[in-house]
Nanobody
Framework: QLQLVESGGGLVQPGGSLTLSCAASGDTLDSYNIAWFRQVSGTERRGVECISSRGTIVNYSDSVKGRFTISRDNAKNTVHLQMNSLKPEDTAVYFC?????????????????WGPGTRVTVSS
């Protein structure tokens, strides 16, 4: 059974950077599409970016284009989200999720495996 755990969240000043990691155990990630979602308290979980099992990257948030980059390290069974030029509106709990669908999607129910989330706070 695939298990995911996020790490790398924390408090950062506006303009700063963080790298989130999604580490997997119980299975290898190379056959899964992996997506990052984020959720602000009281709102729905929204897709940020996804990387398919074949390495195709899909962005779901115009607000992070050019600032966030998803990547996968199959040798370490980990997916990263590099976040640069962070803004207060990036504050959220970030989740990674895995799916074996044919293509990446931001449809939350398509993802069978979720990590517990890591909190990112962007504030001065």
């Amino acid at each position: 059974q695939l298990q995911l755990v996020e790490s790398g969240g924390g408090l950062v000043q506006p303009g700063g950077s963080l790298t989130l990691s999604c580490a997997a155990s119980g299975d290898t990630l190379d056959s899964y599409n992996i997506a990052w979602f984020r959720q602000v308290s009281g709102t729905e979980r929204r897709g940020v970016e996804c990387i398919s099992s074949r390495g195709t990257i899909v962005n779901y948030s115009d607000s992070v284009k050019g600032r966030f980059t998803i990547s996968r390290d199959n040798a370490k069974n980990t997916v990263h989200l590099q976040m640069n030029s962070l803004k207060p509106e990036d504050t959220a709990v970030y989740f990674c999720a895995a799916s074996r669908d044919t293509f990446c999607t931001e449809f939350v129910p398509s993802y069978d495996h979720w990590g517990p989330g890591t909190r990112v706070t962007v504030s001065s």
